[in-house]
């Protein structure tokens, strides 16, 4: 008897230390699985931290090369603006002084040709019919002609007058002084006594050759013709307003 007692207490001993042993096994898996998922967690955690910093890492480069390509770009165009602008710079000096060289050209050209109204010292002529009562010789002697006026041009002319106008109208190389009866034409309008005649160059040449010992002026003056001489410091030469005539010359095709 005493030793089933003993065998049947042994029996609930362990019943008893089985059913301990059941709440404590799944305490300690739930215990497991815990720290498995926690750990789990925290490696998907710092999986996603990884992700997203590398990504971060990655749009962060990704823009920094953005910007240099830009950069350089906007920098390339610079640079090839200020080259174009550099080439307009000449481009511009080079037009500007080959415009220059022109218009010095043509404004000497238009001086020569008599298209230029001229300013400057020089002398100016008086020539008029004189006083027949006075003359000595034939009456159409004291009378101012074609052939008196076309003389005193010529005579300065010579002594390098670089513009001259009888009575406005300026004397260019086709200029034809005439006389159609008792009327003067000059550049084909009609002219009158007195004649002023302005001529723009050196005065004291001007004047000497005018002048001179045994001038055409000294014998205008000894027929009896009223002519005299001035220098001045400033007289106006208009331009020619007529048509250059070619009778023979054309131009070449």
Same mark, same amino acid.
């Given at each position: 008897m005493l030793e089933k007692h003993i065998l049947d207490q042994t029996n609930k001993e362990e019943k008893f230390v089985k059913k301990r042993q059941i709440p404590i096994a799944i305490g300690t898996v739930c215990l497991l699985l815990t720290l498995g998922i926690c750990v789990q967690v925290k490696t998907v955690d710092n999986s996603i931290t990884s992700? %997203?910093? @590398?990504?971060?890492? *990655?749009e962060l480069r990704d823009s920094v090369l953005k910007w240099k390509e830009n950069y350089d770009n906007a920098e390339s165009k610079l640079e090839y603006k200020e080259a174009e602008l550099e080439k307009l710079r000449k481009q511009i000096s080079s037009s500007d002084e080959s415009s220059s060289k022109i218009s010095e050209q043509?404004?000497?050209n238009n001086s020569i040709l008599g298209y230029t109204d001229l300013t400057g010292s020089g002398v100016v002529i008086t020539a008029q019919d004189g006083d027949y009562s006075t003359s000595k010789g034939l009456a159409s002697l004291y009378i101012v002609h074609d052939g008196d006026l076309i003389a005193l041009v010529n005579a300065l002319k010579n002594a390098g007058a670089e513009a001259i106008s009888i009575n406005g109208q300026r004397i260019v190389n086709s200029t %034809?002084? @005439?006389?159609?009866? *008792?009327?003067?034409?000059?550049?084909?309008e009609k002219v009158g006594s007195p004649f002023i005649i302005n001529a723009i160059g050196n005065p004291e040449?001007?004047?000497?050759?005018?002048?001179?010992?045994?001038?055409?002026?000294d014998k205008m003056k000894s027929d009896g013709v009223s002519v005299k001489i001035e220098k001045v410091n400033s007289i106006d030469v208009p331009k020619y307003t007529g048509l250059y005539k070619f009778d023979y010359a054309k131009t070449i095709e």
């Open positions: 992700v %997203a910093k @590398t990504q971060a890492e *990655n043509l404004e000497q %034809a002084i @005439t006389c159609v009866g *008792n009327t003067t034409m000059i550049n084909g040449k001007l004047y000497g050759q005018i002048t001179m010992p045994d001038s055409y002026y």
